[in-house]
């Protein structure tokens, strides 16, 4: 079950110099976390949180927080068609996620242009900073037209904003604006 004891402290390295991180944890503690979330829903572990006999809303995007503590965030987030983040970044947060079921598609600024990939059940991703990206349900997704693409999400440090951007006719990157939230991926409050 997600708790603390899926963090691994950071072992400190005298010979590298430090490099400036805003958590203690590294993608790959992210990564570990996200693995163990998936399996933890899979598991029935956090029944109590998900929608009445597992139907999970095909109208519109659903989330719920899994875990949180003050070095990270999980959320569990249904994706259903039609509907994108927008184009954004995790403001000072590291992120990493495992898709559960279904396939997603991510659009990532890649420096001049955006670059396209899908994941699909049983992938994962991480996200460092700076990382710009619109995440959505894949079109051909494996999860039917009726059942969401489902994907944990954990933040570290814990969201407390996100920035969103467009693509300029010039092939840059602008940022359009910035809120503070502690919800994941562009959800509504």
Avoid: C, N
């Amino acid at each position: 079950m997600l708790s603390t004891s899926v963090v691994s402290p950071v072992a400190p390295h005298s010979s590298r110099r430090p490099s400036v991180s805003p958590s203690r944890l590294r993608p790959a503690d992210l990564l570990r976390i996200t693995d163990q979330g998936a399996q933890d829903v899979l598991d029935g572990r956090f029944a109590d949180r998900l929608p009445a006999g597992g139907r999970f809303p095909v109208a519109q995007r659903w989330s719920v927080r899994l875990h949180a503590d003050d070095d990270v965030d999980v959320w569990l987030i249904s994706w259903v068609p039609g509907e994108a983040t927008e184009l954004h970044d995790h403001a000072g947060s590291l992120g990493a996620l495992t898709v559960l079921s279904g396939t997603l598609a991510e659009y990532r600024w890649g420096g001049a242009e955006l670059k396209f990939r899908t994941l699909a059940a049983g992938d994962q991703a991480s996200f460092p900073l700076g990382w710009v990206h619109d995440v959505m349900q894949a079109p051909d997704t494996t999860a039917g037209p009726d059942r969401p693409t489902l994907s944990v999400h954990a933040y570290s440090p814990p969201l407390t904003a996100m920035s969103y951007y467009e693509v300029t006719d010039h092939g840059s990157l602008r940022r359009t604006r910035t809120e503070l939230t502690d919800l994941p991926e562009g959800q509504p409050a």
